[in-house]
């Protein structure tokens, strides 16, 4: 997903790319509190250790971690699960993926779009093993001592 110059990253997950394959991602809304959205505009929002989950008729962000916000009488929960917006189309499928495939659903990122609403870009990712994992590094390196050989060589 290309972001534009308007859109920035509030909080991602940089882990996740290096723990699961990511088949693909879908972007959806948040339905957050005031006091939310304040911390999310100050960046202090984590998703590190979250995931998606099918819940109550829903798909639902759980365990991402929006701090209290300090100048608020009445606050949120910090690791509340918070409902994801989606269509009904999308949850159905989500839901098959995760039935399935076993699918996990990983937050990756949550960034402000150009009208200002809050949005998640979601992963559909199956988990790597250990082999994998090391197999993404070894392709890594191999690029980027590609790059500086060719840089070397062009001088």
Request: proline content about 3%; aromatic content about 6%; charged content about 35%.
């Amino acid at each position: 997903m290309a972001l534009r110059g308007t859109e920035r990253f509030v909080a991602q997950n940089r882990r996740a790319r290096h723990d699961f394959h990511i088949e693909s991602t879908i972007e959806a809304g948040l339905q957050l509190t005031g006091t939310e959205v304040k911390v999310l505009r100050q960046g202090l929002a984590s998703i590190n250790e979250a995931y998606a989950t099918d819940r109550d008729g829903g798909i639902y962000l759980v365990n991402a971690h929006f701090p209290e916000y300090p100048a608020a009488r009445l606050n949120h929960e910090p690791r509340r699960p918070r409902l994801l917006l989606l269509h009904k189309r999308e949850i159905d499928r989500l839901r098959g993926a995760i039935k399935r495939e076993g699918i996990t659903l990983v937050p990756l990122a949550i960034y402000f779009n150009e009208r200002g609403r809050a949005k998640l870009e979601l992963g559909l990712a199956k988990g790597k093993r250990k082999a994998d994992k090391r197999e993404s590094e070894k392709q890594r390196d191999w690029q980027r001592d590609k790059a500086r050989i060719m840089r070397e060589r062009n001088r």
